[in-house]
């Protein structure tokens, strides 16, 4: 008798340990993300970016928006405004002039994200930029950037014309016959040589005989970054690659003309404008 009640004594604590409610505070979750008071940096970028092209240009470190198995640096606070400024002043301003701000408003990325080193792969190349299904654009190597510098101003005006480029063809895909110019021409080791050997290959750079779609984006950046004349100088000089480059030129141009309405030679111009007027 003592035994059962015993176990019936344990048992009814056991119960009412079982059905004891605790209250759990949601606000220890953080299910609404990290917060901050916004900064004048905060809203400059609002100002710039966020309102008038709906794009959010993400500063602040969050790892699960690069490579996991990378190791990668956060940016230097002191290196998004003039790297901002400057994808600004020779990326979307000169769209804009050519196309108007509804033009960047519906095509443009949603969303930058800043990284201050490169990305380092296996083969000993290193990553610039990422476009992800026209929604997203990371640009790397944020850290090293001076405005100043027009080599570097360059550099990165080159990533993100490239990254805008897959954008545009994510979008609309170009013809396929640009890939019949040169079939035979691409290799994932593409970085084995070097730009000038690739020339006569009919490739504007090595990166560019990675695949068709960086082919077709590496020509895109570089007609728009070098500049017309720039731009000439080195097909000129691709000798039995010239005329495969001039193919490439020509498709780019009606794919530009046809599916966006947008005029080579005039973003080309404005683009130039933008770079040299960068202060």
């Not at 695949?211 to 500049?227: K, P, Q, S």
């Amino acid at each position: 008798m003592k035994k059962l009640l015993i176990c019936l004594i344990v048992l009814s604590v056991l119960m009412v340990g079982c059905t004891k409610e605790e209250k759990l505070n949601i606000e220890d979750l953080r299910l609404g993300g990290d917060t901050w008071v916004k900064t004048e940096l905060d809203n400059w970028l609002d100002e710039h970016f966020t309102v008038p092209y709906n794009i959010q240009v993400k500063y602040k470190w969050d790892r699960s928006e690069v490579n996991m198995d990378k190791t990668l640096v956060p940016p230097l606070e002191s290196k998004v405004k003039p790297v901002m400024e400057a994808m600004e002043h020779v990326w979307i301003k000169p769209y804009v002039a050519v196309k108007g701000e509804t033009f960047m408003k519906v095509m443009s990325q949603k969303q930058f994200v800043l990284v201050g080193s490169p990305e380092y792969n296996s083969n000993g190349t290193i990553v610039l930029g990422q476009a992800e299904g026209g929604k997203k654009v990371t640009l790397f190597v944020v850290n090293n950037f001076e405005k100043s510098n027009k080599v570097e101003v360059k550099r990165m005006l080159k990533t993100m014309h490239h990254e805008f480029g897959h954008i545009l063809h994510q979008k609309k895909m170009f013809t396929p016959a640009y890939a019949l110019i040169t079939p035979d021409g691409y290799d994932a080791t593409w970085f084995n040589y070097e730009d000038d050997e690739v020339l006569e290959l009919g490739f504007i750079s090595a990166y560019a005989r990675n695949t068709v779609e960086d082919d077709f984006v590496e020509m895109l950046a570089i007609m728009l970054t070098d500049g017309k004349t720039a731009f000439e100088a080195r097909v000129n000089s691709a000798g039995p690659g010239t005329a495969a480059l001039r193919a490439k030129e020509a498709i780019i141009r009606s794919y530009l003309k046809e599916t966006w309405d947008i005029d080579l030679d005039q973003l080309q111009t404005v683009t130039q404008e933008a770079i040299n007027s960068l202060k």
